[in-house]
């Protein structure tokens, strides 16, 4: 069994390095939700490398697309392109542009629009269904992003149909561009919203795996609801000085934050192999 | 006298292909009476999604059905289709190239009296300019029938504008020209061109028979496919006509006129006229109304052709 926080911090160096190399990226978002996304593609998706085209895969969707360092970090990582690949991240002619790209192995969708996923995400587990297939649908959205009113029809529609093979995280780490979420468009509370559309809803802890690994567990047993996994997490979660500061929501790092931040992420990453 | 409305074409076809094609998939927006799809809803009920009064969900959902690999019949009010979803059709569609085909019922000013919210008069302009989207607006219900059987069968994205009333036949059904992305010639002629799409083309057909009896021959060119647009065909009217006229059930901007001109202007600079909606909320009443109140018939098409013939006299 791998050591998946220790991955973590190894995800989060590559991301680190990515958004300094391209001088663009959302580092805040990119490191929230990194638990989240190493949880699900080492762990808890059924989802190989070599069967990209399986009609039995999980489908994964990033809605919040603007998180895709930590995406193709992960994916690089998992073999679904050579890491090196990387290295062209916003560079002139690369398809590893700043949304998720679906010429990217691996990627089901072009996002970056916000509010599109869970529908699009709907649609597939809707898929599913008619084919009684057994693969389940997972939608990785943020909370910023449920202000956008297309969520609520994916929400309706999801509810109504009943679709417990569509489970849906969202990267709950209370702040986005302009503020706390809560001082830009009320967000509290998700877990009530949520249940009132006839989902199943658990709250977690989205930077720690045991509680990540027990959410997701449970989800997938959920009979007749899909499930909302309403993920607490710290933005900017691995280096400190980047932690639940606004303005590192898309901020690049200089050369001495970059050093002492991949110090404090090798730091981490060693301890958390101790 | 024709009383079936290309909406319900669409529906026969689309029966056609469930029946021996269980990934064939139509989705409403509580549109499924206005879109002639009640029959295939209760035939196919488990090839059929309601997703309610949620545009922007409904093309969502289709591109995730697409995704996996559904043949995906979106039909919802072209007005709504057009605008409100733009940007699901941009991404979710266009972009991400799923196989959706988005039907676009009750188009143009079909909905008449209702007001600009239930017009699509900028449907041509909004999603032409997608890239990887098509946008053909057949005219009549045998041309719709040929569409709808062709594109069904490739795996691109496409919208499909058709408008809610009849539309007399322009073709015989036994000897319709069809090449998918090939303008249809209706009638040839060299001594102008008049370039129709949707339910304009009737009227062009029409102002062409009128105009042979006073000894002018009129070219009347169908261009159903807006996008991609037959250039060639264009050119050439301008090289052997040397005049044009455009007529469009849409905003003067953005739409047949604009792209005809545009491709004129480039290739072979001839005289052209736009014939089209104002740029305006319309007046109220039935289609047929308002297009008469706008001159957007027959009679408009003749006027014009004389005004054009003489201009260069």
């Known amino acids: 069994m791998q050591n998946l926080r220790a991955k973590s911090f190894e995800i989060r160096k590559s991301i680190w390095n990515m958004i300094y190399k391209a001088k663009a990226g959302h580092v805040g978002g990119d490191f929230s939700v990194c638990d989240i996304l190493v949880s699900l593609y080492y762990k808890h998706m059924n989802i190989e490398p070599d069967e990209i085209d399986s009609p039995l895969r999980d489908r994964f969707i990033l809605s919040k697309g603007h998180s895709v360092e930590a995406y193709y970090s992960v994916l690089a990582d998992r073999g679904f392109f050579p890491k090196e690949d990387l290295e062209t991240f916003s560079q002139f002619k690369s398809k590893y542009i700043g949304h998720p790209n679906n010429k990217v192995n691996g990627v089901e969708m072009n996002s970056g629009s916000l509010g599109h996923g869970l529908s699009v995400g709907v649609g597939m587990a809707i898929a599913g269904k008619m084919d009684h297939l057994p693969y389940n649908v997972y939608v990785v959205m943020g909370d910023g992003e449920l202000a956008e009113g297309s969520v609520w029809e994916g929400a309706m529609a999801a509810g109504h149909y009943k679709l417990d093979n569509l489970i849906a995280v969202i990267d709950r780490n209370r702040l986005q561009i302009s503020g706390t979420t809560e001082e830009v468009m009320t967000q509290d509370s998700q877990e009530e919203r949520w249940r009132s559309f006839g989902w199943h809803v658990l709250t977690t802890d989205g930077n720690n795996y045991d509680a990540l690994d027990h959410a997701f567990k449970e989800a997938k047993k959920v009979k007749g609801k899909p499930t909302m996994i309403i993920a607490e997490t710290t933005k900017g979660y691995g280096i400190s000085f980047v932690e639940g500061k606004r303005e590192w929501h898309h901020k690049v790092p200089n050369a001495e934050e970059y050093l002492k931040g991949l110090e404090e992420l090798e730091e981490r990453r060693r301890a958390a192999n101790e | ?313």
């Open chain 2, 1 to 313: 006298m024709n009383n079936i409305p290309n909406r319900q074409v669409i529906c026969e076809v689309l029966l056609e292909k469930a029946a021996i094609d269980k990934d064939v998939i139509v989705l409403c927006s509580d549109s499924r009476g206005s879109a002639s799809l009640e029959k295939f809803a209760n035939t196919y009920p488990s090839q059929f999604v309601e997703v309610g009064i949620a545009e922007q969900s409904l093309v969502s959902i289709s591109a995730g059905l697409a995704r996996c690999g559904k043949k995906v019949f979106a039909a919802s009010p072209a007005c709504f289709l057009s605008t409100r979803s733009m940007e699901q059709c941009k991404v979710d569609v266009a972009y991400s190239n799923t196989n959706v085909k988005l039907i676009g019922i009750s188009g143009g000013i079909s909905y008449g009296a209702l007001g600009m919210t239930h017009h699509s008069a900028q449907d041509i302009a909004t999603l032409a300019a997608i890239p990887n989207m098509r946008v053909y607006l057949p005219s009549d219900r045998h041309q719709t029938r040929k569409l709808i059987e062709q594109i069904g069968q490739d795996e691109k994205p496409a919208y499909i504008r058709v408008g809610r009333n009849p539309v007399e036949d322009v073709y015989d059904e036994s000897s319709i020209p069809f090449e998918l992305d090939k303008a249809s010639i209706v009638t040839d002629g060299d001594d102008l061109t008049i370039i129709a799409c949707g339910e304009m083309v009737k009227p062009s057909q029409d102002a062409a028979l009128e105009l042979k009896k006073q000894g002018i021959n009129v070219r009347v060119i169908d261009m159903y496919c807006l996008k991609p647009l037959d250039k060639e065909v264009i050119i050439k009217a301008a090289k052997e006509t040397k005049r044009i006229i455009t007529i469009e059930e849409h905003s003067p901007i953005g739409g047949l006129g604009t792209m005809v001109s545009q491709v004129v202007a480039e290739h072979y600079p001839v005289k052209v006229k736009n014939l089209a909606l104002p740029d305006e909320a319309v007046v109220a009443g039935k289609s047929q109304e308002v297009f008469d109140y706008y001159r957007l018939n027959a009679k408009g098409l003749i006027e014009t052709a004389m005004e054009l013939i003489n201009d260069g006299k």
